[in-house]
């Protein structure tokens, strides 16, 4: 049953989680959705957070649960990859964000698919993703963000590729629970999803592999 291991990230359920999720993978269900369920599951945990049922020691065991899920999914989803890189992508969360749940997802589906990916953490400065461009010459760079005050970084980030010249060698992505069309514009990127599986599929029709 779908919802119950949703329901069971929402309760704090660790071993449920864990349970569930190794049983189903185990029988073969696809990974990605079983994925999906538990993001389903934090984003209830947030609406928690934020009418104050839940506090900041529920939001981070969910986020232990969570990553557990993801632990056991990990195998899974990299029996996919592929050995030649198809294109190189730069992720970051930017300075005063330190979510990145999301970002990791992002980065593991990508590198499934069979892009080469640069992570550089949370809290990172828009200069350090200036340095890795510059190093790396990504085709993708990609910002995850889930809380508002990190805009202001990602749209610093965002003009300074532009005044360093590497804005038109790039196509800039953003995702991340919290973000929205307006987001994209503000900081004037590219292409903004909620959703990984999205990003990865918007880079592979930029190098034209779908
Ligand atoms: C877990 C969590 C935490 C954990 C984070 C653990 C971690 N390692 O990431 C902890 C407990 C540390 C935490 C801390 C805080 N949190 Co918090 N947190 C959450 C929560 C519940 C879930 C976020 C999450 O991980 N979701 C699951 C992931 C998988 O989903 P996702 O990020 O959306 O990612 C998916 C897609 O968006 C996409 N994606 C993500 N990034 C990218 C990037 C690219 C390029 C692409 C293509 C796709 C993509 O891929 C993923 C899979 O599809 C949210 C609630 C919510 N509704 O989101 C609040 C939430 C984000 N937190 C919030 C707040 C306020 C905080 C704190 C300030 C709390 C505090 N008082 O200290 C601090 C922040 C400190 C800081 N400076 O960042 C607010 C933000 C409000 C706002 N508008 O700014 C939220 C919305 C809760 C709420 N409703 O109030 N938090």
Known sequence: MPEELSTALVELRRDKVAEAVKSRVEKGEDPVLILEECRQGMSIVGERFQKGEYFLAELLLSAEIFKGAVAILEPYLAKARTPKPLGKVVLATLKGDIHDLGKNIVATLLRVQGFEVYDLGVDVAPAVVVEKVKETKPEFVGFSA????????????????????????????????GTTPIVKEYIGAD????????????????IGAK
């Open 146 to 177: 889930l809380i508002t005050s990190a805009y202001p970084s990602m749209k610093e980030a965002a003009e300074m590729l532009k005044e360093a010249g590497l804005r038109d060698q790039i196509k800039l992505m953003v995702g991340g629970g």
């Open 191 to 206: 292409f903004q999803t909620t959703d990984a599986m999205d990003g990865v599929t918007y880079c592979l029709k930029v």
